[in-house]
């Protein structure tokens, strides 16, 4: 099976603007989630979707949403960039029945 | 204050050298530990996953174990290649609650094997 796809993979975009980024889960996966990754923090979970449903969410502002698709993908949007916001995202999909995640090679964001 | 908190931040050591990296954690009960390697500029690879009734796993050249007494996992790596220079991040997964997926990240280990 193909792996967890990310696009673009690389991405820089102006204080102000908006942005959306892609995640096709590994078929068959029906969970997708989404986490930011900074240096400083680590990991930081995002949300997570769940045939078609958003399922949990994380400490982020409403700037950060999400949604996802009836085959699965999922898209991620961040509105009204801010420079802190330049940081991996990663996306992972899981099997409903699994724990185990499978992570996308990610999207780096660069605010400037 | 971070509920996973991973031992040393950053290693560095010599190719065929063994290594430990610690993770302690405050979160419980929890469902599942996990360690995962990322290389950088990648996605994290999944190294191994224990249950909280497990108390050792091992994934080739890598072992880890988890004492749920002290709330301690580590990960061993034995005759350190090269490849092996990465981020290593332990992950504790509350488990689903309500449908939902609860898990915490610790922020990490840097490790560089050095020839």
């Known amino acids: 099976k193909a792996g967890v796809t990310q696009t673009p993979r690389y991405l820089i975009k102006t204080r102000g603007q908006q942005v959306t980024l892609s995640c096709s889960p590994i078929s068959g996966h029906r969970s997708v989630s989404w986490y930011q990754q900074t240096p400083g923090q680590g990991l930081q979970f995002l949300f997570e979707y769940f045939s078609e449903t958003q399922r949990n969410k994380g400490n982020f502002p409403g700037r950060f949403s999400g949604r996802q698709f009836s085959n699965s993908r999922s898209e991620m949007n961040v509105s009204t960039l801010e420079l802190g916001d330049s940081a991996l995202y990663l996306c992972a999909s899981r099997d409903s029945g699994s724990y185990e995640q499978y992570f996308g090679p990610g999207t780096r964001l660069t605010v400037t | 204050k971070n509920q996973v908190e991973q031992s040393p931040q950053s290693l560095i050591i010599l190719e065929g050298k063994n290594c430990t990296l610690q993770?302690?954690?405050?979160?419980?009960?929890?469902?599942?530990l996990r360690w995962y390697k990322q290389d950088t500029g990648r996605g994290p690879v999944s190294l191994t996953i224990m249950t909280f009734s497990e108390n050792t796993k091992s994934n080739g050249r890598y072992t880890a174990t988890l004492d749920a007494d002290t709330k301690q996992s580590s990960l061993h790596i034995t005759a350190s290649q090269l490849s092996d220079s990465a981020s290593y991040i332990c992950v504790v997964n509350l488990g689903d609650s309500g449908g939902y997926q609860k898990v915490t990240f610790g922020i990490g280990t840097k490790l560089q094997v050095i020839p």
């Open positions: 993770c302690n954690y405050t979160v419980s009960p929890f469902s599942n």
